[in-house]
């Protein structure tokens, strides 16, 4: 469902104007947001806010960044979710952002990949990859990583409109013939 689009320039970063656009809820025609899911280009504080202020359900991935990782580090007791292909394991754990006004909700989850043998299998820390989630839900970190992960398909039909239709280079040099094109196949 396309609800509102705005076409901008492509060197315009991800969440420039995100939350004024989004604050257009009456689009909705009086149904309710329960939920929402972001990318990490979106994790700022007016982002988080929006969601936090209209007291609606929100999991963001977030950038992993060092101060990120040191806190992280200084956790032991991980919890294991699925043991098969993968070896996932997650924690909770209340973290700030520097650009955040207040701490915020965040699940870990980490994950190697198992190689099946006959032989014990030693996970080293640099073996693990690291994900970062920012909540106000109060989940266990695996099911905050699957809702996230939902969006997954999102990728693939970028990925189509752009192979399949070149939609990242329509012929026009301005604004206005993409707005005719996109009207007329919305």
Known sequence: MCLNAVLRPGNTHSSTDAASFLDEFELLGGRSVTCARFDKGFGG????????????GYVGKLKWTQ?????????RYWKRFVDEDWMIEGIRLIYQATSWKKPRRVA???????IDGRQTHFVFDSDWQYEA????????????????NQRCCMENYIKEGKNGVSIDR???????????????SC
């Open 108 to 114: 870990i989850i980490r994950k190697a990949q198992v």
């Open 133 to 148: 989630i920012v909540t106000n839900l109060e989940w266990e970190p695996m099911d905050l990583w699957r809702l996230y």
């Open 170 to 184: 329509i012929a026009t040099s301005n604004f206005e013939g993409m707005k005719s094109i996109y009207s007329s």
């Open 67 to 75: 101060c990120l990782a040191k806190q992280v580090e200084a956790c």
């Open 45 to 56: 504080e007016a982002f988080c806010s929006l969601w936090e202020g209209k007291k609606i």
